[in-house]
């Protein structure tokens, strides 16, 4: 082999290596997916107890490898209306305000568009992005012309985002490049249940420094009453929205919200500009739907606005101060805001611009972010140092100690008196001696049980207690109830009553419960008064209504009811419901099909005289059938008809025969 044979192969070879170790992109996924860093994975967390005391310790002692500095964001927010014809127009008034000379130039521009262009049904299904590059070279004309009577830098477009008529561009100086790293942008649909991107937002996050920054434009549900769908399209875009390795926007330590948030103000259109011309502004505020959601907990939680002092952004007449006049007449609305999350910012200002060209009128707000920079060389040592230290800690009581300790038994201690520490992959209490664990716990007194309210976890923090008394159980507020065992059925007995009156029933004051025919006990009647002779009875009550009958076109033509053969049970039965008036077990209306209900048909004595003397007949229980299907009629009379037991596909329910009462 030649020199330059050798020289190509160890070339080759280097870059092998460097691709398997380094460039794979494909193993990346792999630990990414792995470690649950993808979009729609939960993450996977690793602990180690030497290294969880050594982060708790490095966050104790950050200040001393850590140094902090103070940059400038100013923020912009403006609905174009679908406006494209306008980029001439001085944009100097909303992107270059008078700032306060002390703060100095803004290190990050943040500018938000919505409706850059027309919202059309053939614009709202893709993204045309000609107009919106338009707009970035007005924006970045407009800044940098600015700067070129001043000795302040250049600045250089670092990303864009957008989502059909939803845009997102950042500028950054250009010496804040250096400590800028790991950019992203990320988009989410809201319209029509996330297919159409007329709704929706863009999102655009970045590393300054140590400290992580996400700057989001939103355009909500539009709609005076839909604010409901605005906070649905918030937690959509917020729990939706992820960029590499399943970050979200609340992974962030600064977040900023910029858009057409479309909240209106809950008053008349009148009373709105009442206030208006009065200069109340207040009163409007506190009829903000924005205002009242964020208070109600219902969107944005955790995030901030700065109290506005500028008139409702919506809706204008194109070109002049005046609101809406057309035929809609909408109300006038802030829905237009900036909205703010984050312990290290401070917003500074929170204003309005007079542009005329659009129904809404821009936004900006500038604030002051406090950056973390971290000395890796310094927070290095520190850490090895704390590493090494609590080796040797493990180590010393490891040789001193009677039982062997491991380096994964570290950091975890009992919890309570008594208890074992954590268990690990070395050691598991519950397994000592090879013996699985029994539960020793006895009652500390004969009358007491455990607590059925106490939570199955017994590391919750609760105020109930382990044991109650046996005869007591506790309600969920602390307050006890006696339990109260059901009491004992009296045995069921037999009524035999004389013969009753004709077409007479029970007295008006006496009350019957109906037999279960489905326990295996009968329950006794409940007789408010006893029956009374029809000797003595004085008071002629009105008869009661006539059994209901089948109807005639649900009957089947030619047949005869069967009468089950009379037995010592239905004799029992009969005992049981002799002078007692059967309609008022029937209901008010017999069912139309059979359902299998047993219907208690007792004879009924007529008014003659010879009559009174004629025994009851006897009680009968009739069993019907489901039908599982319906012919199509009988040939003969031309009526449809159901099927009854005997028919082909019936299913028959065994007839239910009357108990034999105790």
């Known amino acids: 082999m030649s020199l330059a044979g050798a020289i190509a192969d160890a070339r080759k070879s280097a870059t092998r290596i460097y691709i398997n170790n380094f460039a794979d992109k494909a193993r990346q996924n792999t630990v990414d997916m792995l470690l649950g860093r993808l979009v729609e994975q939960h993450p996977v967390y690793l602990y180690d107890p030497i290294n969880d005391f050594v982060d708790s310790e490095l966050q104790e002692r950050a200040h001393e490898f850590t140094t902090a500095e103070t940059i400038h964001i100013y923020a912009g927010t403006f609905n174009l209306n679908g406006k494209g014809a306008t980029v001439q127009e001085d944009l100097s008034t909303w992107l270059c305000p008078p700032l306060n000379s002390q703060k100095g130039q803004p290190d990050i521009v943040a500018v938000g568009f919505q409706e850059i262009v027309e919202l059309s049904p053939q614009q709202i299904m893709s993204t045309d992005p000609s107009r919106r590059q338009v707009w970035e070279q007005a924006v970045m004309l407009t800044i940098n012309n600015k700067m070129e009577d001043s000795t302040q830098e250049e600045y250089v477009l670092l990303r864009t985002g957008q989502l059909v008529g939803a845009a997102l561009i950042v500028f950054v100086k250009s010496s804040a490049l250096k400590k800028i790293k790991n950019v992203e942008g990320s988009v989410k649909k809201t319209g029509m249940s996330g297919m159409a991107g007329n709704k929706g937002a863009v999102a655009i996050r970045m590393e300054y420094a140590n400290t992580r920054i996400c700057l989001v434009t939103a355009h909500l549900a539009a709609g005076f009453a839909n604010y409901e769908e605005r906070n649905r399209d918030y937690r959509t875009i917020s729990h939706g929205l992820r960029f590499q390795r399943n970050r979200s926007i609340d992974d962030h330590d600064t977040v900023i919200w910029l858009g057409d948030f479309n909240y209106r103000i809950g008053l008349s259109d009148d009373k709105v500009r009442r206030l208006i011309q009065a200069g109340d502004l207040g009163t409007l505020y506190q009829n903000d739907q924005l205002n009242l ?3 109600a907990g219902h969107v944005f939680p955790f995030y901030s606005e700065s109290p506005i002092g500028f008139r409702p952004t919506y809706k204008y007449n194109n070109g002049t101060d005046e609101y809406d006049t057309s035929e809609k007449a909408r109300i006038p609305a802030w829905c237009d805001r900036i909205l703010r999350k ?5 917003q500074i200002e929170y204003a309005m611009a007079p542009l005329r060209f659009s129904d809404h009128r821009p936004v900006y707000a500038t604030f002051e972010c406090t950056i973390q920079s971290i000395d890796k060389q310094r927070k290095n040592e520190l850490s090895r140092s704390l590493y090494e230290r609590r080796k040797q ?9 009677n039982e062997k300790m491991h380096e ?3 950091g975890y201690l009992s919890i309570a008196a008594g208890l074992p520490p954590a268990s690990s992959d070395r050691r598991k209490w519950w397994l000592d001696h090879s013996l699985p664990a029994r539960s020793q716990t006895q009652p500390p007194q004969s009358n007491v049980i455990l607590n059925p309210l106490r939570p199955a976890n017994p590391f919750t923090a609760t105020t109930e207690p382990d044991w109650i008394s046996a005869g007591r159980s506790r309600k969920p507020g602390g307050s006890e109830r006696r339990i109260r065992t059901p009491p004992k059925l009296p045995a069921p007995r037999t009524i035999r009553n004389s013969p009753r009156p004709p077409d007479h029933g029970l007295e008006a004051s006496s009350t019957i419960s109906a037999p279960n025919l489905f326990n ?7 007789l408010a008064s006893p029956l009374r002779s029809p000797t003595t009875s004085s008071v002629r009550r009105k008869p009661a209504p006539p059994v209901p009958r089948k109807p005639s076109l649900l009957s089947n033509p030619g047949r005869e009811p069967k009468i089950h053969p009379r037995s010592d049970d239905s004799q029992h039965a009969e005992d049981f419901m002799t002078g007692i008036d059967c309609d008022a077990f029937v209901p008010a209306l017999s069912p139309r099909n059979g359902s299998g209900t ?8 007529t008014s003659t005289a010879a ?3 004629r025994p009851p007949p006897p009680l009968s229980f009739k069993s019907r059938t489901l039908p599982t299907s319906r012919r199509g009629g009988d040939k003969d009379s031309g009526r449809e008809t159901l099927l009854d037991r005997d028919d082909e596909g019936a299913e028959t329910i065994p007839s239910l025969q009357p108990l034999r009462p105790h």
């Not at 984050?342 to 401070?346: C, I, M, P, Q």
Request: contains cysteine; charged residues 20%.
């Open 342 to 346: 984050g312990n290290n910012l401070k």
């Open 611 to 613: 009559n009174n003397d």
């Open 520 to 526: 295996e006990e009968l329950a006794p009647p409940t």
């Open 293 to 295: 959601q964020m208070i």
């Open 598 to 605: 047993a219907i208690c048909q007792a004879g009924r004595s």
């Open 393 to 401: 800690d493990i180590t010393h009581a490891t040789a001193n100690g």
């Open 408 to 410: 994964d038994h570290a």
